[in-house]
């Protein structure tokens, strides 16, 4: 099968510190091409990949000082997967909505995965327009805020099994948070909940441009007063250690989760999760296995005591049964046959290059065909 993979150009694949929808695209892609497909991706320039890369920025557009606006670099993306997408069987768009006008004439040839919250008014009438073209929510609660799209499956996410091992002797006794410092994350509720049982915690999060006010008026003064360690934005590499020694994840969110990766990748190395339960949490945790989910700081205080408690090796279990990422690739290619409407195995006839920097069989302004 002949996929297009179109990535946001903010982070490269994988991405060198934080970037969810970009890992989780990276994931996908290497996954697919293992079991066989025939991928090219659409990525920054410095993203390295077994597929096909067709570099669509130099380089990711957080790391580049020269970017301004990334909106420019959003449309030169989408007019080169569209003068190229006849090529393909499909190709899956990770960029959320903004491809849907360019690309309703060949819908039945497109998937979209959406990876950021849906629960505004103003996604209705879009997604009513461009009813033809399937989505694919990563959570049951993502997809019931938009009852009106054309949701065609739900796939939860997936990471490589080997990326990160259980440890069953966490060797710190400390509490983790880690993800962005923002206020729907609530670190706040973390360094509470840290504060009151007198355990540690330690914060490992990126701040963005639009959160600096925030983490400079509500956040940086709740680190005084000892107990809480602000590390700062981790790499890939330093997750392993960072969750694998952590006697629990806390997961404080605020708003509605379309999914939480960090939930996942705790769980990978066995540590047990206490999460608030909004959104898609109550889909990721089981309840009494990879954690426990609850409503206020109080009861969070209270059930932290069973969180500790649960078997680690029982944690990494459902993990592997739940949220690998060939159990998500496999997902999606039952998805992408579905959509095709073709139910015999289709095999792959071209070896996939390595690396940035190939030469893409892509014909730069080639009118697409979409008959």
């Known amino acids: 099968m002949r996929i297009a993979q179109v990535s946001p150009l903010i982070e490269s694949l994988p991405p060198k510190m934080y970037g969810g929808t970009e890992r989780v695209v990276s994931w996908l892609t290497e996954e697919l091409v293992k079991q066989g497909h025939d991928i090219t991706l659409f990525a920054s320039g410095d993203s390295i990949t077994s597929a096909e890369l067709v570099p669509c920025s130099d380089k990711a557009l957080r790391l580049d000082p020269r970017c301004k606006d990334t909106y420019p670099h959003l449309m030169m993306l989408l007019d080169t997967v569209r003068t ?36 505004f008014n103003d996604y209705a009438l879009l997604y009513k327009t461009y009813n033809r073209m399937p989505l694919a929510a990563i959570s049951k609660s993502q997809a019931s805020a938009i009852p009106m799209a054309n949701v065609a499956g739900v796939i939860y996410h997936g990471l490589p099994a080997n990326l990160l091992k259980v440890n069953l002797k966490p060797k710190g006794d400390y509490l983790a948070f880690l993800g962005r410092i923002a206020p729907d994350k ?53 997750k392993q250690d960072f969750l694998g020694n952590a006697r629990a994840l ?122």
């Open 84 to 119: 190229c997408a006849h090529e393909f069987d499909l190709v899956h768009f990770h960029v959320e909505f903004f491809h849907l006008p360019f690309f309703r004439q060949m819908a039945d040839r497109t998937l979209t995965t959406l990876h950021s919250r849906q629960d």
């Open 186 to 238: 609530r670190p706040d509720r973390a360094i509470e909940i840290a504060r009151k049982t007198g355990i540690p915690l330690k914060i490992a999060a990126k701040i963005d441009a639009v959160d600096r006010a925030y983490y400079r008026d509500e956040i940086k003064p709740l680190l005084n007063g000892g107990g809480v360690e602000f590390i700062g934005e981790i790499n890939e590499r330093e």
């Open 250 to 371: 806390l997961f404080p969110i605020d708003w509605p989760e379309p999914f939480g990766l960090v939930m996942i990748e705790a769980m990978a190395c066995g540590t047990p999760v206490l999460a608030f339960r909004a959104g898609s949490v109550p889909e990721v945790i089981d309840e009494g296995v990879t954690g426990y989910t609850v409503d206020t700081v109080e009861q969070a205080i209270g059930v932290l005591p069973k969180v500790l408690d649960l078997d680690r090796k029982r944690v990494r279990a459902v993990f592997d049964e739940k949220f690998t990422a060939a159990r998500m690739a496999r997902d999606y290619v039952k998805l992408y046959r579905k959509l095709l409407n073709k139910s015999a195995p289709l095999e792959s006839h071209r070896v996939n290059g390595v690396g940035p920097g190939l030469a893409p069989r892509i014909q730069a302004g080639v009118e697409p065909n979409w008959t």
